[in-house]
């Protein structure tokens, strides 16, 4: 007699089981909710009349949503995520190149200094640097220290964010490669230009993108550094959600993805993580 009873032959895929519930209760039923809100009205139909009314919130065409509020904060919101980004890039990378090329044992413990603020409350650092600010007399001085006070706030926020991916890249460049350009007759500078800043596109790559978009949403630095009267994109959609315009605050948000989506296409991030999936795949 056969036995009809089947093994449970446990397989790797079953892991991912979880991981996929995760996805689709916190990442694809929040989008889908954001969509049916974006292009549906009070009614539940199929509407592009917020659409309109975002581009078109004055009745004026391209010239009149140039002028509008909602394109003056997304400006804003861009200037100072662009700003809080390159000033990141030129703090993090001279550190990040010093404590991979140090001769310390313990490296970590010199990436731990800048790690260690993080472990403290979010609000309770705005706050305390709120407070410097108010010491210094800079805090809620003017629009143009405003922006500057968000843009130090956002710089103090993301660095570390800046930091560890270039650092990561560094410490993983093979020696030999330097070693091999200076046999070839490159001075320190060229084999830095040639050698070292090329192999670690990928980390500046990553560090921009985990500081410049995050940074058009944190709202809640530019509200504690400027006493709320610098706005950026963040806060706009808050404001529409808390004041009940799903359907606005909706839109928005998502207009808001796909411009982080184009900007992580341009940037290659997602022809790297392919490239890390294949690498890992093959080791299996």
């Known amino acids: 007699m056969t036995n009809t009873k089947k093994r449970f032959h446990f397989s790797r895929k079953l892991l991912a089981i979880p991981y996929g519930l995760f996805l689709i209760l916190f990442v694809v039923a929040p989008l889908l909710i954001v969509l049916y809100y974006a292009f549906t009205d009070d009614a539940g139909k ?3 009349e917020y659409v309109r ?4 919130e004055n009745g004026e065409g391209l010239i009149g949503f140039l002028k ?9 919101s861009l200037f100072i995520s662009f700003m809080s ?3 990141c890039l030129f703090i993090a990378y001279p550190v990040a190149y010093i404590i991979a090329n140090c001769k310390l044992k313990n490296k970590s413990t010199l990436l731990l200094l800048f790690i260690v603020p993080m472990w403290v409350n979010f609000v309770l650092r705005i706050n305390a640097l ?37 650092y990561t890249t560094i410490i993983k460049i093979d020696k030999s490669y330097l070693e091999a350009a200076k046999d070839l007759g490159a001075t320190n500078a060229k084999a830095f230009l040639k050698v070292t800043l090329p192999l670690s596109k990928a980390g500046i790559v990553s560090g921009i993108s985990m500081v410049f978009l995050p940074s058009m949403t944190n709202y809640v630095v530019s509200n504690y550094l400027t006493f709320r009267n610098v706005k950026i994109i963040g806060k706009l959609i808050d404001d529409y959600f808390m004041g009940d315009l799903w359907h606005d ?8 993805l796909l411009f982080m989506f184009l900007v992580t296409w341009l940037t290659g991030d997602f022809k790297q993580t392919e490239q890390t999936n294949t690498r890992g ?4």
């Open 53 to 56: 009314l975002f581009f078109n």
């Open 130 to 166: 709120k407070e410097f600010f108010v010491w210094i007399g800079t805090y809620n001085k003017s629009d143009a220290w405003n922006i500057v006070n968000t843009i130090i706030g956002m710089v103090y926020d993301f660095l570390p964010f800046m930091i560890l991916p270039i």
């Open 85 to 87: 980004t390159v000033i």
């Open 281 to 284: 795949t093959s080791l299996w």
């Open 249 to 256: 605050g909706s839109l928005i948000a998502l207009l808001l």
């Open 46 to 48: 199929f509407t592009w």
């Open 68 to 76: 509008s509020y909602n394109f003056k904060t997304i400006m804003r």
